[in-house]
């Protein structure tokens, strides 16, 4: 597996922990708790990678989150999706079932405010905490331990997860209560959304106008053009390169995500709409790995 780029851990106090999905993001972030020098023990849906986890980072696995949990303090969970979500955390064998008194639950998946809210509501129920927290710096930003992590609810349970969090963040905010953090997250894939086809359109443009475009890119990215897409993705948007990064799929998930609250609270979004229909292309031609920053390949 051996997925983690050196980091600096700060002293913290040993937690016993538990983390409940390796996936591209989770196996990383799991690794960096257990080189921090925190007790792990993981769960995975399929157990061999929990088991290969076990083996690389010395901790241990569990057959069910319920048993993952057992004694642990913090709770860390990054699955795909609400339903994902809802059952690794409840069910007779989910993670609420299984966790001591008072422990948190920090989840790590991207998902909805209600689906935040609702199992903050079911943890509060037990006497247990449960912070919503998603996190932006793909997976580059997973192995190297350097997520940038937006949290919601209540302040002595971010409190105690803060520390521990560390090892694999590089912030860890508390954005208010329960749901806004995954507020804070849609935010983030608004301007992502928008920006992703400007820069499309940019490198489409100036491709037809004949302009050697890592030129161009190095030249207008001192100025006020500069993006993270741009430093990022620029040369290999221009040389075709999707096979890597952060999939269509999950951003057709998180913009309908976006879309869904803002059918609530009423925000007029007719640029991100029209990026997920675009993104709907993308899938159409094959790419629902690709990287996001393949929306120019239907400008070809
Ligand atoms: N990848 C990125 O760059 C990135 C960046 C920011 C945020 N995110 C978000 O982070 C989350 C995880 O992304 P990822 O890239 O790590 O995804 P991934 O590689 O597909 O991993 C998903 C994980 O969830 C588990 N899982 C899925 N459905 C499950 C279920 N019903 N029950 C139990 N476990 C289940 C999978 O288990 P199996 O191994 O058994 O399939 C796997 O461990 C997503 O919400 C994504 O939007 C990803």
């Excluded at 905490?129 to 710096?137: L, R």
């Excluded at 390169?241 to 009423?266: H, I, P, S, Y």
Aim: with cysteine; aromatic share 6%; charged share 20%.
């Amino acid at each position: 597996m051996s997925t983690l780029n050196p980091k600096t851990y700060s002293p913290v106090a040993a937690h016993r922990v538990a983390f409940l999905g390796l996936g591209v993001m989770g196996a990383p972030m799991a690794g960096h708790l257990a080189r921090a020098g925190h007790q792990v023990t993981v769960y995975n849906r399929t157990a061999a990678k929990a088991r290969a986890w076990a083996q690389e980072f010395g901790g241990a696995h569990a057959a069910t989150p319920r048993e993952a949990v057992q004694g642990a303090s913090i709770v860390f969970c990054c699955v795909g999706n609400d339903e994902d979500l809802r059952s690794v955390v409840l069910g007779d064998d989910g993670a609420l079932a299984g966790m001591a008194p008072g422990a948190v639950l920090v989840d790590h998946t991207t998902a909805s405010a209600d689906v935040a809210r609702e199992l903050y509501a079911a943890a509060r129920g037990r006497g247990l905490h449960f912070i919503d927290a998603p996190v932006s710096g793909g997976q580059a930003g997973a192995q190297n331990g350097a997520l940038t992590v937006m949290c919601g609810g209540d302040q002595d349970a971010f409190d105690t997860a803060a520390p521990v969090a560390a090892a694999f963040s590089r912030a860890f905010t508390r954005m208010g209560d329960s749901g806004a953090g995954q507020l804070t997250k849609m935010v983030n894939q608004i301007c992502i959304a928008g920006l992703v086809q400007a820069l499309s359109e940019a490198i489409a443009f100036g491709q037809k106008a004949g302009l050697d475009i890592p030129a161009v890119l190095d030249v207008i990215g001192k100025g006020a053009a500069q993006s993270w897409q741009m430093d990022n993705r620029g040369k290999t948007m221009a040389a075709g390169q999707f096979e890597f990064g952060f999939a269509v799929d999950w951003m057709r998930k998180d913009l309908g995500l976006v879309l869904d609250e803002a059918a609530r609270n009423g925000a007029r979004l007719p640029v991100t709409a029209l990026v997920d229909q675009f993104y709907a292309d993308v899938q159409q031609m094959g790419g629902r790995r690709w990287d996001t920053s393949s929306l120019i390949a239907r400008l070809r």
